[in-house]
């Protein structure tokens, strides 16, 4: 005799263990596929941002030398009356533009008297640099005064970190030279004016002489005392021989940017 068995049934249990068996795998795909996707957005993000870091602090770095040849430019157009030259700036990330600066005040004294006074409303170029831009406070020229001689730079050059990273070029002092065989002293001095601005991307920033004024001062007195003050700045010299002539030079540099 065959003997008979009853087919045996899977439990309950063992029939939602199963399932899980079977959805477990398709839950790991998509959890690693979004933890894949956020690393992949996240690298992504932090490789644009060092990007544009290296790419606003090397345009910033072009700025720095294209200051330098601005500064050069303006002091060549300044002894050309009508002379006009230009240099390109870049303005993806930064921009330049024309401020207004200290107010510059020149006198002349003999013996503790005022002989002769002027007043300058002076300006200045700076450039801001991108919002990405990390630079330190440093001088690229140093004039070393208010007052200079022809061994010093009459164009201050600077590197400021208040509210962002700023190049700044100003003439805010005076160059004084002497010539002691005929007894003559000249203060020279630059004034920034401002011109037209527009203009984005990559600029040129146009410089122009407008205007050389000579003004002559005859001395019938000694002990001669040229006095310059910038805002809360001061500086004197006195020269150790006598003058007779003094000469004012100021030069009038318009400043233009398109």
Not at 108 to 128: A, C, D, F, G, P
Not at 203 to 229: A, G, P
Request: charged share 20%; glycine share 8%; aromatic share 6%.
């Amino acid at each position: 005799m065959q003997t008979y068995r009853k087919p045996v049934r899977c439990s309950r249990g063992m029939n939602a263990a199963a399932d899980k068996k079977a959805v477990s795998p398709v839950i790991s795909t998509v959890i690693i596929t979004a933890t894949l996707l956020i690393i992949l957005v996240v690298a992504s993000s932090l490789a644009i941002s060092m990007l544009e870091i290296q790419m606003q602090n090397s345009e910033f770095e072009q700025a720095k030398t294209a200051m330098l040849l601005l500064d050069r430019t303006i002091m060549d157009v300044s002894l050309r009356p009508g002379a006009a030259s230009s240099v390109q700036f870049n303005q993806r990330s930064g921009g330049i533009g024309l401020y207004k600066g200290e107010v510059i005040k020149v006198e002349i004294l003999s013996s503790s008297n005022t002989i002769w006074s002027r007043t300058v409303n002076s300006h200045m170029v700076k450039y801001r640099g991108g919002s990405m831009v990390s630079a330190a406070e440093a001088n690229l020229t140093d004039p070393g005064g208010l007052i200079v001689d022809m061994s010093k730079p009459l164009g201050y050059i600077r590197i400021e970190s208040g509210n962002g990273a700023w190049i700044v070029l100003d003439y805010d002092r005076v160059r004084v030279t002497v010539n002691r065989e005929i007894g003559t002293m000249d203060i020279y001095l630059i004034r920034l004016e401002p011109g037209v601005f527009g203009g984005s991307g990559t600029v040129s920033v146009r410089v122009q002489n407008k205007e050389i004024k000579v003004e002559s001062i005859t001395l019938s007195e000694s002990n001669l005392t040229v006095r310059v003050e910038v805002g809360s700045k001061e500086a004197a010299y006195s020269p150790e021989f006598s003058i007779s002539v003094v000469r004012v030079i100021e030069v009038a540099i318009m400043v233009s940017v398109a």
